[in-house]
């Protein structure tokens, strides 16, 4: 694992979401009360643009078929909610329910970093 700087957890207010580049990766970091998560900003299915999304409390959804994902672990919430049935049941057979990717975020004197495979 890498550690990498994102920035000062101050810049996101509590219930939003922002982006950081963190070398090739996207990482979206979200404030849900006084916790931040990170997760990979590109949705596991379709790579819609989760930052995007709609974040309503913990659960976070894809603006491009409508998948809900749990910031605080990835776990799959609702898949492809906005297609409708018949193609619903032909993306599912194609493509599993995927969880987010989920990555360690750190906390330090108000700072942000995010531990990253290398």
């Known amino acids: 694992m890498s550690v990498m700087a994102l920035g000062w957890a101050g810049d996101i207010p509590a219930g939003a979401m922002r982006v950081y580049d963190a070398g090739e990766r996207r990482i979206l970091v979200a404030h849900i009360g006084d916790q931040f ?11 819609g643009d989760l930052s995007r999304g709609r974040l309503e409390g913990t659960a976070l959804t894809c603006p491009v078929h409508g998948s809900r994902f749990d910031v605080r672990d990835g776990r799959v919430i ?17 493509k599993k329910p995927t969880p987010a990717t989920t990555y ?15």
């Open 37 to 47: 998560y990170a997760l990979d900003a590109k949705c596991p299915h379709m790579g």
């Open 78 to 94: 609702a898949w492809v909610d906005k297609l409708p049935g018949i193609l619903k049941g032909a993306v599912t057979a194609i």
């Open 104 to 118: 360690p975020l750190h906390v330090l004197d108000n700072n942000l970093s995010v531990s990253l495979p290398v």
